[in-house]
């Protein structure tokens, strides 16, 4: 009876032996047991990320002929999250402003979306600077009197009324990308170059002095809409900008 004991106690020890736990257990050269991750858990804590913002995408319902590029959506809402975290935006903070400068300056390139109640508030026209480009935006800088738009993330501060009528000042968050937006006066207003007839006229829209400016009549409910700390995201294909953005780190 010990022997057949022994056999089960045996057989137990073996066949354990080959359970892995969420940890696990691996010798190095010198035969120390040290433990590890699994490596699923982590893809698919990351694949799970990836389908939620997916999903909130699938859920906006964008116009079929004016429909915002996935993964500029996907790095703007990565940018949205990581600075709340950071606390420089509330919790309450819901709506997402983003500029696809990739596209034509012809086409409804700003997007004003509300991520709780997953809907667009507004698809409009939006202008980038004189020395930034024509018809496309190619050039960016962050220095003074360039011109030119700055990339990155924004967020909205208080409105005023200056030389192109109501405004909305924004702070630049990204170093070395669009930090100096406040001392450029880089702000968010209205132009009438920013309009179709401009467009058919001149094959392109009219430029800022690098201010992201939008049609006249959409100026006081865009601001109005996105004033006091909401985020705006000026997106462009630039590789150094995007890895170098602190707010792009998953």
């Known amino acids: 009876m010990k022997g057949f004991y022994g056999l089960i106690g045996l057989v137990y020890m073996v066949t354990t032996s080959f359970y892995l736990s969420p940890r696990l257990a691996v010798k190095n050269e010198n035969g120390i047991t040290t433990k590890t991750e699994k490596v ?36 703007a809402l990565t940018g949205f999250e990581n600075l709340k975290k950071a606390g420089l935006l509330t919790e309450e903070s819901h709506l997402l402003t983003i500029c696809d400068f ?30 930034t480009g024509e018809e496309f935006a190619t050039n960016f800088s962050n220095r003074e009197s360039s011109l ?8 909205t501060d ?21 930090d100096a937006a406040y001392r450029r006066a880089i702000v ?49 294909p630039d590789q150094n900008y995007l890895s170098s953005s602190e707010w792009l780190k998953a």
């Open 158 to 178: 208080a409105t005023y009324q200056g030389d192109n009528g109501y405004s909305l000042k924004l702070l630049g968050m990204d170093k070395g990308f669009n």
């Open 40 to 75: 699923a858990d982590t893809k698919s804590e990351k694949k799970a990320a990836a389908s939620s913002s997916e999903v909130l995408y699938q859920s906006i319902a964008f116009d079929p002929e004016h429909e915002l590029n996935y993964e500029v959506f996907s790095k």
């Open 188 to 236: 968010l207003h209205g132009a009438n170059y920013v309009s179709d007839d401009f467009a058919v006229m001149h094959k392109r829209i009219g430029r800022s002095w690098g201010c992201p400016a939008v049609p006249k009549e959409l100026t006081q409910p865009i601001i109005n809409s996105i004033k006091g700390r909401n985020l705006l995201f000026i997106y462009y």
């Open 148 to 155: 030119q738009s700055s990339l990155g993330f924004y967020i």
């Open 102 to 131: 990739s596209m034509s300056s012809n086409m409804k390139r700003l997007w004003v979306i509300d991520l709780n109640d997953k809907k667009v508030l507004f698809n409009s026209l939006v202008a980038h600077g004189k020395n």
